[in-house]
């Protein structure tokens, strides 16, 4: 039987089929030895048993995140807060240029809401952003905009990316239906480990789709990538018409890129940020396989 994996906690996970039933399972063999085998959002096949099944083998992935170990996610949430504390819009570049390179879709939730609709220039400041991604502004104090959030999402896998304290984990508890936020976590309570301690990824039903909830890294590597691979992870100059095709918009001849931004087409500050990652030299750390 095939199923995804929803959470994976020491020697078992909890799956869900196609069906929509949840099954608890175990590893067969080699998959018990090595950390790392069995990821949440892996496709396994299954052998159902009572209490628990048998997670036979996984099935071949099409991309795996390191931080936070994920499997086959489709999608990048990227959740900014304009306020309390001002997000950075660097760190939002580099999560959307993240997603880019990763064949990820990605879309911006600005959160927080209630603390800044009044106040005149916080939206419109996002405006270059809002053009290119898909952008909801939720408050989970209000529940403004949150029900939003689903059709954002429609049927794919996505994964939260976004500073500590923008209110990831805060919006994720919106979303699920009430008395639902423990269920995957039950299986902390099964093992007798404590969830609080425990720092695995899980993914949660939202609509028809699915929500993981992830840590805030600061420090975030780009997957490995050529300049040119890095250009074209800004979707705003795609086919600009330079007059090299391997143009990378800095300062060659016959480029169209200023034009683009003297039109204001192209925002200064992607811009910036994008030269700033042209200069970067290559990661250190393999945060994104
Ligand atoms: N006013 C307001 N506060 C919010 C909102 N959403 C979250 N917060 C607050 O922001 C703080 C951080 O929220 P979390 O949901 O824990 O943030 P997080 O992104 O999960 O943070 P990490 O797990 O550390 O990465 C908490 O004190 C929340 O109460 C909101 O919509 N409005
Ligand atoms: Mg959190
Ligand atoms: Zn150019």
Same mark, same amino acid.
């Given at each position: 039987?095939?199923?995804?994996? &929803?959470?994976?906690?020491?020697?078992?996970?909890?799956?869900?089929?196609?069906?929509?039933?949840?099954?608890? #399972?175990?590893? $067969?063999?080699?998959?018990? $030895?090595?950390?790392?085998?069995?990821?949440?959002? *892996?496709?396994?096949?299954? @052998?159902?048993?009572?209490?628990?099944?048998?997670?036979?083998?996984?099935?071949?992935?099409?991309?795996?995140?390191?931080?936070?170990?994920?499997?086959?996610?489709?999608?990048?949430?990227?959740?900014?807060?304009? %306020?309390? +504390?001002?997000?950075?819009?660097?760190?939002?570049?580099? =999560?959307?240029?993240?997603?880019?390179?990763?064949?990820?879709?990605?879309?911006?939730?600005?959160?927080?809401?209630?603390?800044?609709?009044?106040?005149?220039?916080?939206?419109?400041?996002?405006?270059?952003? $809002?053009?290119?991604?898909?952008?909801?502004?939720?408050?989970?104090?209000?529940?403004?905009? %949150?029900?939003?959030?689903?059709?954002?999402?429609?049927?794919?896998?996505?994964?939260?990316?976004?500073?500590?304290?923008?209110?990831?984990?805060?919006?994720?508890?919106? &979303? &699920?239906?009430?008395?639902?936020?423990?269920?995957?976590?039950?299986?902390?309570?099964?093992?007798?480990?404590? @969830?609080?301690?425990?720092?695995?990824?899980?993914?949660?039903?939202?609509?028809?789709?699915?929500?993981?909830?992830?840590?805030?890294?600061?420090?975030?590597?780009?997957?490995?990538?050529?300049?040119?691979?890095?250009? *074209?992870?800004?979707?705003?100059?795609?086919?600009?018409? #330079? =007059?090299?095709?391997? #143009? $990378?918009? &800095?300062?060659?001849?016959?480029?169209?890129?200023?034009?683009?931004?003297?039109?204001?087409?192209?925002?200064?500050? @992607?811009?910036?940020?994008?030269?700033?990652?042209?200069?970067? +030299?290559?990661?250190?750390?393999?945060?994104?396989?």
């Amino acid at each position: 039987m095939r199923a995804r994996v &929803l959470e994976v906690l020491g020697e078992q996970a909890w799956v869900v089929d196609d069906g929509g039933q949840r099954h608890v #399972c175990q590893f $067969r063999g080699r998959l018990r $030895r090595a950390v790392g085998q069995v990821l949440a959002g *892996d496709w396994v096949d299954v @052998r159902p048993a009572e209490p628990v099944g048998m997670i036979e083998q996984v099935l071949p992935r099409h991309n795996h995140l390191v931080r936070p170990p994920l499997a086959n996610a489709d999608g990048l949430l990227a959740v900014f807060s304009p %306020v309390e +504390p001002p997000g950075s819009v660097a760190l939002l570049d580099r =999560r959307l240029v993240t997603a880019e390179l990763m064949g990820l879709r990605a879309a911006i939730v600005m959160t927080k809401r209630d603390l800044w609709e009044a106040r005149p220039g916080v939206w419109e400041r996002m405006a270059p952003w $809002r053009a290119l991604y898909p952008t909801v502004a939720v408050s989970t104090v209000s529940t403004e905009g %949150v029900d939003l959030v689903p059709g954002l999402l429609g049927t794919a896998v996505w994964v939260m990316a976004g500073e500590s304290g923008v209110g990831k984990t805060s919006l994720l508890a919106r &979303l &699920l239906p009430a008395g639902r936020a423990g269920a995957v976590g039950a299986l902390s309570e099964r093992t007798g480990r404590g @969830r609080h301690t425990t720092r695995t990824v899980a993914l949660s039903p939202v609509g028809k789709g699915w929500l993981a909830d992830a840590p805030g890294f600061t420090q975030l590597d780009l997957p490995p990538h050529d300049s040119l691979e890095l250009r *074209d992870a800004f979707p705003e100059w795609r086919g600009a018409g #330079c =007059r090299y095709a391997d #143009c $990378r918009h &800095l300062e060659e001849p016959g480029c169209a890129v200023p034009d683009l931004l003297g039109r204001g087409v192209v925002s200064q500050e @992607r811009y910036q940020h994008y030269r700033l990652l042209q200069q970067e +030299p290559p990661p250190r750390h393999r945060a994104w396989g």
